[in-house]
C-alpha cells in the first residue's frame, strides 16, 4: 500500500518541503530507501525498525520502499525518522489514511521509541504556514519553538506511541463525524497532542531590562564610550586600539546593553539561525537578546565564515543582528580577517558547494581590539621594546581593505591613578540606551518605505540621497578628502557616521561639527603609514 507523508529539510536558513513516500509490496522482505540521502538519513532505517519494534509495532515481512521527494536535492538530518515511521504505520493501515493529510511531521527517533529535538524546526514550521499546512506533529523539545509561528497548529509529542494514538483518535473522530454522531471534542480524546499555545510578544517582554555589562562601570575612556555610542546607535564597525588594560575589552562587551532589544522580526531572524544550528534551548521559543560572540584568535575560516562538509552556520551568522567581537585582531590569520570583506558589504555570507549555493544571514556589528604593537605600549618610547618592522609586521596582519571597511577607530590611553580610585561613576549604560533608542527612531523614520533600518546599512547609490550637506558640509568634506587622502567607500563611510551624530543630536540636516567628529574617527594615519 501507497501513502505520503509531509516533511521538511533547511538549505541555509530557508525551507522547503519533503514528501516522505512510502510503498508497501509483497515480495521478499527488505528495506530502501531512495531520495539523494546524507549517512544520518540512510541511518534512518535501522531507527525507524528498532523503535517500531520496541514500541510493539513489528514491521511486516515485506518489500518497503522509502522516497525522499524532490529526489535532486539532498537530504541532511535526523529529523525524517518520524515522518518514515508514520508513513509505514499509514501504509500497514494502522490509522485512516486521511488523518495525516495537511499534517508536517519531523523528529528524529531513538531505538525506545523516543522523540528527540532536531535542528531546523523554526524556519520549516515557518514554511509550512506559508504553504497552507494546518498543522505539525514535532518532538516536545522543539514544540514551543514552532510555535511562535501564528497560522499553524503545533503539537509536541514525547514518543512514537502518543503520535500513533494521535491519529487513531483523530480518524475515529472523522468516522464519528461522517456517520453523523458528532463526535468527540478532541480535548476529550485519549492519547491527544495538546497543541502548544505561546505568545511571541510575551517572549520577548522584560527584554529591555537586558543591559549586561555596565558603562558606568568603565572608568574615564570617554572618547571611547563616546565612540561606541555613535556605534551602536548607527550600527557602524569599531576599532579600538590602545595598551593592555586600559578596558578595550571591557567597553566592548558592554555595547549589547546600550543597543535597542529585538523586534519581533529580527527575534525570529536570530532565532531561525539559533535553529539551524542547533544551539537554540530547549524549551525555548525566541531568542530575546542580542548575539554577543567573541571568538579566541585561533579560529578556523570555516568556523568563522561557516561551511564545512555538511554547512553550517558560522559565527558571523550566529552574530546575526547582533556584535561580533574580536579580540586581538592582529593575532588572527589574515585569511580569516580578509575573509570578512563580503559579510560587512553585503550582509550575508554565500558559500558554493558542488550540489549548489548556500546563503546565510550575517548582518553582524563587528568591534574590534587591538595592541598598537606587539609588546602594546607603541609609541611610548619609554616602555614599547618593538622594533619598527615588528610594529610594521604587526599592524601589516590588517589589510588595508578591512580597516577601510571600518566606520570608527578610537584610540585608549592609560588612565592615571586619580582616575581609577575616583569614586564618580559615569553615565549607565540605560542612559546611554535612551539616546540609542531615539536615534534608531529617527532613523526609522527616514528610511520608512526602504530596505534600510540604520545609517550603516545605506549603500554608496543612496549615500547623497539620506546624507545630504550644505555648501559648507560640501567643501568640508573636500578639505577632508584631500587632507586625509580618503576612499571612495572611506568618504561615503564619514558621511554614514555623521548623520548617525546628527540623529543622537537630535538635528535634522547634517552640520559641519558632525563631519569634522566622524572624520576624527578615522584610523590614525601613523599607526597605518
Not at 570578512?340 to 549548489?356: S, T
Not at 606587539?374 to 618610547?381: L, Q
Not at 588595508?400 to 577607530?409: M, V
Not at 553615565?427 to 529617527?442: G, H, P
Request: glycine fraction near 12%.
Amino acid at each position: 500500500m501507497y501513502s505520503r507523508i509531509l516533511s521538511g529539510a533547511v538549505c541555509g536558513v530557508r525551507a522547503y518541503m519533503v514528501g516522505v513516500e512510502v510503498d508497501i509490496a509483497s515480495g521478499l522482505p527488505s528495506f530502501n530507501m531512495v531520495g539523494s540521502l546524507s549517512g544520518e538519513v540512510r541511518e534512518s532505517r535501522e531507527r525507524v525498525c528498532v523503535a517500531l519494534k520496541n514500541a510493539g509495532l513489528s514491521l511486516p515481512p515485506a518489500h518497503i520502499t522509502v522516497n525522499l521527494s524532490p529526489a535532486d536535492r539532498r537530504k541532511e538530518g535526523t529529523g525524517f525518522d518520524l515522518p518514515i515511521a508514520v508513513g509505514i504505520l499509514q501504509s500497514m493501515e494502522r490509522f485512516s489514511g486521511t488523518v495525516a493529510r495537511d499534517t508536517l511531521f519531523l523528529g528524529e527517533l531513538g531505538l525506545n521509541g523516543e522523540l528527540k529535538k532536531v535542528k531546523g524546526v523554526l524556519p520549516i514550521v515557518q514554511e509550512a504556514a506559508k504553504q497552507g499546512i494546518r498543522e505539525c506533529i514535532v518532538p516536545v523539545g522543539n514544540a514551543m519553538e514552532g510555535a511562535v509561528i501564528p497560522g499553524i497548529i503545533v503539537r509536541g509529542a514525547g514518543h512514537i506511541g502518543e503520535v500513533l494514538a494521535y491519529l487513531r483518535g483523530k480518524g475515529e473522530k472523522e468516522k464519528d463525524a461522517r456517520a453523523g454522531l458528532g463526535g468527540r471534542q478532541q480535548e476529550e480524546m485519549p492519547g491527544l497532542l495538546p497543541p502548544v499555545k505561546w505568545e511571541p510578544e510575551g517572549m520577548l517582554e522584560g527584554r529591555g531590562d537586558f543591559l549586561g555589562e555596565d558603562f558606568a562601570l568603565v572608568k574615564g575612556q570617554e572618547s571611547a564610550k563616546r565612540a561606541a555610542e555613535i556605534a551602536a546607535a548607527g550600527f557602524h564597525n569599531l576599532l579600538m586600539t590602545g595598551p593592555p588594560g586600559v578596558g578595550k575589552s571591557m567597553i566592548a562587551k558592554c555595547i549589547p546593553g546600550i543597543l535597542p532589544p529585538l523586534s519581533l522580526e529580527e527575534s525570529l531572524e536570530v532565532t531561525s539561525v539559533l535553529s539551524v544550528a542547533g544551539l537554540l534551548e530547549e524549551g525555548r521559543g525566541l531568542a530575546a537578546e542580542r548575539p554577543f560572540c567573541a571568538p579566541h584568535h585561533t579560529l578556523s575560516q570555516i568556523a568563522l565564515m561557516g561551511g564545512g562538509n555538511i554547512p553550517r552556520p558560522g559565527l558571523v551568522s550566529l552574530a546575526h543582528r547582533g556584535v561580533l567581537f574580536l579580540d586581538e585582531l592582529p593575532e588572527f590569520q589574515r585569511s580569516t580577517l580578509d575573509s570578512l570583506r563580503q559579510p560587512l558589504e553585503e550582509r550575508e555570507v554565500r558559500i558554493a558547494r558542488a550540489g549548489g549555493n548556500i546563503t546565510y544571514p550575517a548582518d553582524f556589528m563587528l568591534v574590534c581590539a587591538m595592541n598598537p604593537c606587539p609588546c602594546g605600549y607603541y609609541p611610548d618610547a619609554g616602555r614599547c621594546r618593538c622594533t619598527g618592522p615588528q610594529v610594521k609586521r604587526y599592524l601589516g596582519k590588517i589589510s588595508g581593505p578591512i580597516l577601510d571597511r571600518i566606520d570608527l577607530c578610537v584610540e585608549l590611553q592609560a588612565l592615571d591613578i586619580r582616575s581609577l580610585r575616583g569614586t564618580e561613576r559615569g553615565e549607565s549604560s540605560r542612559q546611554i540606551r535612551e539616546r540609542v533608542i531615539r536615534a534608531r527612531k529617527r532613523q526609522a523614520q527616514r528610511f520608512a518605505g526602504t530596505d534600510y533600518r540604520f545609517n550603516g546599512d545605506i549603500r554608496a547609490g543612496d549615500v547623497e540621497r539620506f546624507c545630504p550637506l550644505s555648501r559648507e558640509g560640501r567643501q568640508c568634506m573636500e578639505d577632508l578628502f584631500q587632507k586625509l587622502k580618503l576612499s571612495a567607500r572611506a568618504y561615503h563611510r564619514i558621511l554614514k557616521v555623521a548623520r548617525t551624530i546628527g540623529d543622537l543630536a537630535g538635528e535634522e540636516h547634517i552640520k559641519k561639527e558632525h563631519l569634522l567628529e566622524a572624520a576624527c574617527y578615522r584610523p590614525a594615519s601613523e599607526y597605518w603609514v
